[in-house]
């Protein structure tokens, strides 16, 4: 089992940055991908961006070279950093642990990007 939890949503102005947390706790030894989804009002759940127990990264199309992943090992924690906000980027944002073939999910944190 692995327990997520994130933190550092909020409302932001175009253009403006936010920080998103996201602290694992549990079985963390076993997880082989971590990542950041959102979904937006209407919409499905989308990737925006992952990285492997190896370090690999991938982002989605709409976010590169505005987002970054990183983790923190000894804090068992991944970032997602987020720089010139669109408000198109408005949605909850859930972090996602994979272990084998489960899929762990964090309760999700609202970003607002006021135009």
């Known amino acids: 089992q692995v327990q997520l939890v994130e933190s550092g949503g909020g409302l932001v102005q175009a253009g403006g940055s936010l920080r998103l947390s996201c602290a694992a706790s549990g079985s963390i030894f076993s997880i082989n991908r971590m990542g950041w989804y959102r979904q937006a009002p209407g919409k499905q759940r989308e990737l925006v961006t992952s990285?492997?127990?190896?370090?690999?990264?991938n982002y989605a199309d709409s976010v590169k070279g505005r987002f970054t992943i990183s983790r923190d090992n000894a804090k068992n924690t991944v970032y997602l950093q987020m720089n010139s906000l669109k408000p198109e980027d408005t949605a909850v944002y859930y972090c996602?642990?994979?272990?084998?073939?489960?899929?762990?999910w964090g309760q999700g944190t609202q970003v607002t990007v006021s135009s």
């Open positions: 990285i492997t127990s190896g370090g690999s990264t």
């Open positions: 996602n642990a994979v272990v084998a073939v489960y899929d762990y």
